[in-house]
């Protein structure tokens, strides 16, 4: 099936566009993929897009999702949206939550992981917990929804969005999220094909300075891998 048939428009107006991003679909072009990306499929449908941004290679994109986690996504459609969004991100006043299956059951049902998250130094492309001055601070709150006798479903409240965050921080506690390859926990095995990790809440101001929120369920193969699962 081809990927781009599986993304949804949310809400499309002249100033943004919301979308469900599939699992699978890589936002923008990198070193290793040039082709078959979000930015692909937004310029396609919307040519004007082209000129909005900072970056040709990133036109009106203000945030991402990694190729494997899915969910909701802004775009801007204007210049004007795309700052005025950016604006809003650097000042914590973007909305983001997301919904996680992890290894095992944490310590505390609610907690604030507050670890400082850099480049690892000897595995490119990763990133990993670091103390040093190289560590930029990172704060990931959480609350267990459900409960299974291997895994509990968290709640995910994202303070800081540093790359790959919510995954460093989860095998960073000992709770890696199912069906993630780069950073699963030793000893732990999933016949998930995708992470388990779902962008489902967004919300920002519009110009009108009116509250947007968009809420959307998990996808099908989450729900079911859910289903499937033995509640504690």
Do not use: C
């Not at 949804?8 to 100033?15: H, P, R, V």
């Not at 999702?65 to 795309?82: E, P, Y």
């Amino acid at each position: 099936m081809d990927i781009f048939s599986l993304i949804e428009i949310i809400k499309e107006t002249a100033d943004f566009v919301v979308i469900n991003k599939p699992s699978g679909l890589i936002v923008h072009p990198n070193a290793h993929r040039q082709d078959s990306t979000l930015v692909d499929w937004l310029l396609d449908k919307f040519p004007n897009l082209k000129n909005v941004g900072e970056d040709k290679l990133r036109p009106g994109i203000v945030h991402r999702l990694d190729q494997d986690v899915s969910g909701l996504m802004v775009i801007a459609r204007t210049n004007k949206m795309f700052f005025y969004l950016k604006k809003q991100w650097q000042d914590k006043k973007v909305k983001k939550r997301y919904k996680a299956l992890i290894f095992g059951q944490p310590v505390k049902d609610q907690d604030k992981i507050n670890l400082p998250i850099g480049r690892s130094s000897t595995e490119p492309g990763k990133f990993k917990i670091k103390h040093d001055q190289s560590g930029k601070p990172s704060i990931t709150v959480y609350q267990v929804i459900e409960k299974f006798k291997k895994y509990s479903l968290v709640d995910i409240d994202l303070k800081t969005g540093r790359t790959h965050q919510i995954r460093v921080h989860f095998k960073g506690i000992g709770h890696s999220i199912v069906g993630d390859k780069l950073y699963k926990s030793k000893g732990v095995r999933s016949n998930l094909d995708r992470i388990f990790l779902h962008a489902y809440y967004l919300g920002f101001f519009d110009f009108n300075h009116k509250w947007q929120e968009f809420k959307i369920d998990l996808p099908v193969l989450l729900k079911k891998r859910l289903e499937s699962l033995d509640i504690l």
